[in-house]
């Protein structure tokens, strides 16, 4: 039988408590630029370790590849090896798999002063564009010419100014630190993005001996350098993953410890479980569930960090769908990250959508049923639903959760979950 990446599955027997623990994955997200990052090396290696084994990653070590670098992994260390010229123009095929690929052009444009990029476009969660990424660098001194679906840049020298971003993109804010490093002279850029993985990029360009200052605080000093060095970065646990484990501890009401996690990183979720009434035991570097009540109905709205992630809504919409009354839902980063809800509904969640705001109606129960993983995070929250809800529940095109978590139904079994992943092509499809 021949199989797709397309065609897994994944089959869960829900109603099961959970106990027990598990151990956050690196931080997706944080790894993604930081490999991106070693494109600023004229000649040397970066070592990365913490780094998970995902879909994305591959697809940015494949990247990465094409342009000329060695990628060397070994379980969850990686070496990006880069000397001499790199190619400048970036296949389609990688591109558009993956949102992230467009990482690689701050840090190409400032090594080669030209970059060919097919714009990644749309996804299922929203329309992504990438003006404030091209509008900084133009203020940097680059050239930036869209057509025909690929955007070309060009600049001889970048050179150092002060950048307003009119929102604080975190791939923007990334893009346009990993250029001013090499770029002439001082680069400002305020409202930058503040969210974790962002220090943890300004950590790894600081180890490649990058002069930036301000990391956290949304106003970010680079002074440029002629040239970096090799060096060793440590990758931050994913906050996401780790909040979607804990998640997956609420919602069957049972017992689950989260470790090797940054608890500050979730302030923001804890806060909220908190006004929902459910205890998270913090005990610095692990959190914990432990058969907790079930969550009253809350408000809750999506913001750049330190706000609450519009990358956990998802999961928190499943949670909420079974607690005491109503909640209200506000998504604030993207204009189509709801579309788990109308699958959630299947599944006998009372959901009202209006706009980007999503009203839930809490149930006592979920009904196991045939749904579709529609994206990544939305697919997790399928699985949290099928994890808490009566009978069988089959998720189709779980290949998005790949994306981003390790070894998902693998860590979930130990835990006492009944889930299994299936590959091919289901009778019912
Ligand atoms: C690989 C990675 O780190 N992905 C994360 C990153 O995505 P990403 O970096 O794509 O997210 P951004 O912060 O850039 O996007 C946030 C919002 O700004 C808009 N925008 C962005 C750039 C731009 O030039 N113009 C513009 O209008 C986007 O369409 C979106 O509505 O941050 C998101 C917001 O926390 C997370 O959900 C993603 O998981
Ligand atoms: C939206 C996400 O990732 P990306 O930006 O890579 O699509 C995510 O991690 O939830």
């Given at each position: 039988m021949?199989?797709?990446?397309?065609?897994?599955?994944?089959?869960?027997?829900?109603?099961?408590?959970?106990?027990?623990?598990?151990?956050?994955?690196?931080?997706?997200?944080a790894?993604?630029?930081?490999?991106?990052?070693?494109?600023?090396?004229?000649?040397?290696?970066?070592?990365?370790?913490?780094?998970?084994?995902l879909?994305?990653?591959?697809?940015?070590s494949?990247?990465?590849?094409?342009?000329?670098?060695?990628?060397?992994?070994?379980?969850?260390?990686?070496i990006i090896?880069?000397?001499?010229?790199?190619?400048?123009?970036?296949?389609?095929?990688?591109?558009r798999?993956?949102?992230?690929?467009?990482?690689?052009?701050?840090?190409?444009?400032?090594?080669?002063?030209?970059?060919v990029?097919?714009?990644?476009?749309?996804?299922?969660?929203?329309?992504?564009?990438?003006?404030?990424h091209?509008?900084?660098?133009?203020?940097?001194?680059?050239?930036?010419?869209?057509?025909?679906?690929?955007?070309?840049a060009?600049?001889?020298?970048?050179?150092?100014?002060?950048i307003?971003?009119?929102?604080?993109?975190?791939?923007?804010?990334?893009?346009?630190?990993?250029?001013?490093?090499?770029?002439?002279?001082e680069?400002?850029?305020?409202?930058?993005?503040?969210?974790?993985?962002?220090?943890?990029?300004?950590?790894?360009?600081?180890?490649?001996?990058?002069?930036?200052?301000?990391?956290?605080?949304?106003?970010?000093?680079?002074?440029?350098?002629?040239?970096?060095?090799?060096?060793s970065?440590?990758?931050?646990?994913?906050r996401?993953?780790?909040?979607?484990y804990?998640?997956?501890?609420?919602?069957?009401?049972?017992?689950?410890?989260?470790k090797?996690?940054i608890?500050?990183?979730?302030n923001?979720?804890?806060a909220?479980?908190?006004?929902?009434?459910?205890?998270?035991i913090?005990?610095?570097?692990?959190?914990?569930?432990?058969?907790?009540?079930?969550?009253?109905?809350?408000?809750?709205?999506t913001?750049?960090?330190p706000g609450?992630?519009?990358?956990?809504?998802?999961?928190?919409?499943?949670?909420?769908?079974?607690?005491?009354?109503?909640?209200?839902?506000?998504?604030?980063?993207?204009?189509?990250?709801?579309?788990?809800a109308?699958?959630?509904?299947?599944?006998g969640?009372?959901?009202?959508?209006?706009?980007?705001?999503?009203?839930?109606?809490?149930?006592?129960n979920?009904?196991?049923?045939?749904?579709?993983?529609?994206?990544?995070?939305?697919?997790?929250?399928?699985?949290?639903?099928?994890?808490?809800?009566?009978?069988?529940?089959?998720?189709?095109?779980?290949?998005?959760?790949?994306?981003?978590?390790?070894?998902?139904?693998?860590?979930?079994?130990p835990?006492?979950?009944?889930?299994?992943?299936?590959?091919?092509?289901?009778?019912?499809?």
């Open positions: 021949k199989v797709n990446s397309e065609s897994y599955f994944i089959r869960i027997k829900g109603g099961t408590l959970l106990k027990g623990e598990v151990k956050a994955q690196g931080s997706k997200n790894a993604l630029p930081i490999m991106a990052a070693a494109l600023l090396l004229r000649d040397g290696k970066v070592h990365l370790r913490n780094v998970p084994k879909l994305d990653i591959h697809t940015m494949e990247l990465l590849i094409g342009l000329g670098a060695k990628v060397y992994r070994d379980d969850h260390n990686m090896e880069v000397s001499g010229e790199l190619a400048w123009e970036t296949p389609a095929s990688l591109v798999k993956m949102r992230a690929s467009s990482l690689v052009l701050g840090p190409l444009l400032a090594r080669c002063g030209k970059v990029l097919p714009l990644p476009g749309g996804c299922a969660i929203g329309s992504r564009p990438m003006d404030l091209f509008k900084g660098l133009s203020k940097m001194g680059a050239q930036i010419e869209l057509d025909k679906g690929a955007v070309t060009r600049a001889d020298r970048l050179v150092g100014t002060r307003y971003l009119d929102f604080p993109s975190v791939g923007a804010t990334e893009n346009l630190l990993m250029a001013a490093v090499l770029a002439e002279g680069t400002l850029i305020e409202n930058a993005a503040r969210e974790p993985e962002i220090d943890n990029l300004v950590c790894a360009l600081k180890v490649m001996g990058a002069s930036v200052e301000g990391e956290g605080t949304g106003i970010l000093r680079i002074k440029g350098k002629g040239e970096l060095r090799p060096a970065v440590d990758i931050i646990p994913d996401i993953e780790a909040a979607t804990l998640l997956a501890g609420v919602i069957t009401q049972g017992d689950i410890t989260v090797g996690v608890p500050e990183h979730l923001a979720l804890l909220k479980l908190d006004e929902a009434g459910i205890e998270v913090n005990s610095g570097n692990a959190l914990r569930v432990a058969n907790p009540r079930r969550p009253k109905g809350i408000t809750l709205k913001m750049p960090y609450f992630s519009t990358d956990l809504q998802p999961q928190m919409m499943s949670v909420l769908s079974l607690a005491e009354g109503t909640s209200i839902i506000h998504e604030t980063i993207f204009e189509s990250r709801f579309l788990h109308s699958e959630l509904q299947k599944m969640a009372q959901i009202e959508l209006q706009g980007n705001t999503a009203i839930v109606h809490g149930q006592k979920l009904i196991g049923a045939e749904v579709y993983a529609t994206d990544l995070r939305g697919g997790a929250a399928l699985v949290l639903a099928g994890l808490a809800a009566e009978g069988e529940t089959v998720i189709y095109d779980t290949h998005h959760l790949k994306r981003g978590y390790e070894d998902m139904v693998e860590k979930l079994i835990l006492g979950a009944q889930i299994r992943e299936e590959v091919g092509e289901p009778q019912s499809k």
